[in-house]
């Protein structure tokens, strides 16, 4: 594959990472049941955009990079892959080493709770795979964003075919400006 085929699937790649990793950080990822004597059972869950909210804004800035990789000029792509690089494995490093975070969460939301007595902790922990979900999308953001820096000077741009061209005064038009103020200036109008 030539490296100008590359250029679409990374960028659609890109966005589908980032949209991925967002998806699945708003996703349930640990649920228990608070269990009181004499009170009804109640269900408390935290997704991963409760546990770590900066993983959420690292998805955005993903999604936003693959954007930026359609609009930008060859030297700026390579600055945008290795941004992507840099924020996909900070991702994956607050989704890995966080665990703490998500059952510092769902402790949390287990005190919210109207079951909470004080004593009583989660009952049944349930975590779901959404958090391997995440970490491979953050994984292949990564992967994306090291092809993004390694292609992109061959990778096409948008063509300034279509800008306008840039604007110059002609000797006429300045000639032209300046009878028509020295018109002016003799209490004549100059449009007639």
Do not use: C
């Not at 967002?22 to 269990?35: P, T």
């Not at 991963?48 to 000029?73: C, E, F, K, R």
């Amino acid at each position: 594959m030539t490296p100008r085929r590359l250029y679409a699937p990374v960028v659609l790649g890109t966005l589908a990472a980032g949209g991925l990793a967002f998806f699945a950080l708003g996703r349930i990822w640990a649920r228990s049941e608070v269990v009181a004597d004499g009170l009804t059972t109640d269900k408390v869950s935290a997704t991963g955009t409760d546990a770590h909210p900066l993983a959420s804004a690292l998805a955005l800035v993903i999604i936003a990079s693959a954007l930026a990789i359609l609009a930008a000029s060859k030297r700026i792509r390579r600055a945008v892959g290795v941004l992507t690089v840099v924020v996909a494995l900070v991702g994956i490093w607050i989704v890995v080493l966080g665990g703490d975070a998500l059952a510092d969460t769902l402790t949390a939301a287990v005190e919210k709770s109207p079951a909470f007595t004080g004593g009583n902790h989660p009952d049944v922990v349930e975590e779901s795979s959404w958090r391997f979900v995440a970490m491979f999308a953050f994984a292949a953001a990564a992967i994306l964003g090291a092809t993004t820096t390694r292609w992109a000077p061959q990778w096409p741009t948008m063509s300034s075919r279509y800008d306008a061209p840039p604007v110059r005064p002609s000797a006429q038009q300045t000639q032209d400006d300046h009878d028509m103020w020295k018109a002016l200036d003799e209490g004549r109008d100059p449009t007639q």
